[in-house]
């Protein structure tokens, strides 16, 4: 019995009496934050079929960093927006810190729902 062999482009690896494919997960260029993170456990738990897809070919981490950058990016605008609306910030501290924590946590839930979890 053959110890390699390559089918179909794929590379199978003898282990006992099986032959495995010889599969590797490509290197990541970056660092997956907080949404992507929360998108691959979304995917894991309520979407095996799309998360195997992505895994096998490859594209998870590109996935991953692309909903993260996003989501990024729109929590970094709403915040820039939510900032023109706010109170001064020197005279009513605790309003602006309120003002803040409330865009903040609007912001989150639409990236959840719009983007995390579709």
């Known amino acids: 019995m053959k110890e390699r062999f390559i089918e179909n ?13 010889n599969l590797e997960v490509p290197e990541c260029k ?12 979304h995917l894991k738990t309520n979407k095996p079929c799309q998360y195997s897809m992505l895994l096998m070919t490859g594209k998870l981490l590109d ?16 915040i820039k927006e939510a900032e023109k609306t706010a109170p001064d910030k020197a005279t009513h ?3 602006w810190v309120g003002h ?7 912001a ?11």
């Open 9 to 21: 482009g794929i590379e199978y690896v003898r282990n006992g009496d099986y032959y495995i494919p």
């Open 30 to 41: 970056y660092e997956i934050k907080k949404y992507g993170r929360l998108r691959r456990q």
């Open 63 to 78: 996935h991953l960093h692309e909903v993260d950058v996003q989501a990024q990016e729109f929590l970094d605008q709403f």
């Open 93 to 95: 501290q605790m309003a």
């Open 100 to 106: 803040m924590n409330n865009a903040k946590a609007c």
């Open 108 to 118: 989150e839930e639409i990236i959840y729902t719009e983007i995390i979890y579709i």
